[in-house]
């Protein structure tokens, strides 16, 4: 893993600027997996490095291959959509995902490759430093509990993590799309509500 605190050699440390740009060139050239072969560009991650909140889905869709940034395609809008609502941009957070290339056909992530991808995402963590990882998805919140577990049963419940970080899962935007209720007790209704405690966990943190 990268440490954030790693010495240059003559007396500096990295920035965190610095440090995440070699995060980003390493998954650029990263083959510890097969979905090197498949991919267009891999998709390392955007946003604020300065954010108590990060935002962590499975893997990259057809349209975050095609452009390498990540969640800009439908549910990306969905995403955009639900932070409008509650007063956050995307550009105040920080949006990534367990692996970085995306698996052929959307499918899930095998854990595999989620184990080869995984020190990316936790360097990510560890210069970033946020209090709250959004998890989206079940994909995403079982990688963090390093077990299965239901996103239905889990959504809206602060978990504590590593380092005195809390997990925060939350529907994954693309079960949204299949599910277009937006009536109350829809899965629309329960983001609406969970993002509204991101906010909430957005301005506490940023005030501290």
């Known amino acids: 893993m990268l440490k954030f605190s790693e010495n240059l050699g003559d007396g500096r440390f990295f920035r965190k600027e610095e440090a995440i740009e070699i995060v980003v060139q390493r998954v650029r050239n990263c083959k510890a997996c097969p979905l090197h072969e498949t991919r267009i560009n891999p998709v390392p991650g955007e946003g604020s ?20 940034r990540p969640f800009v395609g439908k549910a990306g809008q969905m995403l955009n ?41 936790m360097a990510q963590i560890q210069i970033i430093n946020p209090k709250v990882i959004v998890a989206l998805g079940s994909t995403a ?17 602060l978990i504590d993590w590593l380092g005195g970080k809390v997990i925060f899962p939350t529907f994954h935007p693309s079960y949204l799309l299949r ?28 005030k501290v």
């Open 49 to 68: 490095l300065d954010t108590p909140i990060i935002f962590v889905g499975e893997g990259p869709g057809e349209e975050e291959d095609r452009t390498g």
């Open 141 to 157: 919140l079982s990688f963090f509990l390093e077990k299965k577990v239901s996103i239905t049963r889990m959504r809206g419940k």
């Open 179 to 206: 599910n277009r209720s937006t009536g109350p007790g829809s899965p629309y209704e329960l983001a609406l509500q969970d993002m509204k405690k991101v906010k909430e966990l957005y301005d506490e943190y940023r």
């Open 81 to 121: 959509k639900l932070l409008k609502e509650v007063g956050l941009s995307r550009d105040k957070v920080y949006i990534t995902n367990v692996v970085k290339c995306r698996p052929p056909g959307n499918r899930v992530p095998t854990n595999q490759e989620m184990a080869a991808c995984s020190h990316f995402l």
